[in-house]
């Protein structure tokens, strides 16, 4: 299942850990992204196929379940993008 979005934000911010934010919380405007704590890649993903797939979760949650090109699955982070409108 492709996971990737067709769409590049303009500007993205870090979400906070400590902050229970679920995928269906963002806004329409907003993407769903992830940066990999071991090689620093930044990919972004299908609000609705994350949906599909886990439900409706907190994003910190999401934390673990993101699988990067190079393998890691630890401490990646997720972004939240914003679309141009």
Not at 4 to 29: C, R, V
Request: charged share 25%; with cysteine; proline share 5%.
């Amino acid at each position: 299942m492709k996971l990737t979005t067709p769409l590049q934000p303009l500007s993205f911010i870090e979400h906070d850990p400590a902050m229970y934010n679920t995928i269906k919380g963002l806004q329409e405007w907003e993407v769903l992204g992830a940066r990999c704590s071991a090689c620093g890649r930044i990919g972004w993903v299908d609000k609705n196929t994350v949906l599909r797939r886990w439900g409706d979760q907190y994003l910190m949650n999401l934390r673990s379940r993101f699988r990067c090109d190079c393998g890691n699955r630890t401490d990646n982070a997720v972004l939240i993008g914003r679309l141009p409108r």
